[in-house]
């Protein structure tokens, strides 16, 4: 009886003391707060720097993040560098430090590659004075996917700040090859803070990999975001462009089988334009899973809401769920039939960061 008494006398002091212990590493399994208002607090409390994460973040990530430094480019003279591309060739194949490429305001003409022997690279702007990047490249010109203005292929890429512009002309549906990214991200391990992507057709290129993109702004006509990432937009507006098209698609998410663990997850966002003639997603793979959450959506969507493009068998394979969406175009009554209402049961996997493993590499923007 001793003996019970003294362990439950240890119990208690070690649980006193959990109690007293600041939570000093990150939780992604700490649910997003169903309340917006809440969502920077929650942020804060669940993604914090790297100097309090070391035993759960991958060991690389915080070798790298150790040994940080900065370069910077400014057009006008007065940085190290003027180009953008000038300050990536720069950095050392097979790098193993975090390199923070401080970028000048200005327009920067450049399109951009950043290939998988570069990874730890963070592109940052003063937010005041957003830098642009911008290209004209097209799929004819390039290939789809080669198009982007800015292309990264290697993993733990981080964008704060940064407009993302591919400007070549609006699509006229009459010839091939004019889709034009933007962006496309297909290293793992990468994150987006307050940036901004202009396009048409094929904006964002969500390629692959695990990715979160927070305070964002997407806009675009046909298949603005597409790929096969796995990733978190929270409190991003995808704005869908008026005009000729007659109908426009958000996302054309590209899971090809239900053993690929990727999907699209919306939480708290905002869908703007008007019209009712844009598809929260069209199935362009079979397996394509999106779910919107939290989300304000204007009348700008369909009240079909999906698209299965034509291919009726992608009915009993596509993922399409909504939850606790609000504003004229969240309304269910006319949804397609493959549409999900998710419960909250259903709907708990995508709204929290683990769905992103986030735990292992999400950090918060740097401050410079």
Known sequence: MAGKRTYKAIEAVVLSLLLFVPNVFSDDTVPIPAVKSQLNSWFQANVKPHESRKATLDPALVTAEAGAKVIKVRQNGG?????????????????TNRVIVWIGGGTYTEKIMI????????FYGDPNNMPTLVYAGTSAQYGTVDSATLIVESDY????????????????????????????IGGDKASFFNCKLYGFQDTLC????????????????????FGNGKSIYLNTETHVIPGKDGVAMITAQARHNANEDTGYSFVHCTVTGTGGYAFLGRAWMPYAKVVFAYT?????VNPKGWSDNFNPE?????????YNCMGPGSNLNGRVGFAKKLKDADAKPFLSLAFIQGSKWLLPPPKL
């Open 79 to 95: 940085g190290d560098f003027k180009t953008v591309t000038d300050a990536i060739k720069s950095i050392p194949n097979g790098n």
């Open 115 to 122: 290939d998988r022997t570069k990874p730890f690279i963070t």
């Open 157 to 184: 890429f981080t964008a704060v700040n940064i407009k993302f512009v591919n400007s070549s002309p609006r699509p006229d549906g009459k010839k091939s090859g004019e889709q034009a990214l933007a962006l496309r």
């Open 206 to 225: 969500d390629d692959k990999g695990l990715h979160f993109f927070k305070d964002c702004y997407i806009e675009g006509t046909v298949d603005f975001i």
């Open 296 to 300: 304000e959506m204007s009348d700008v």
């Open 314 to 322: 992608h009915d009993r394979t596509v993922y399409y769920g909504e």
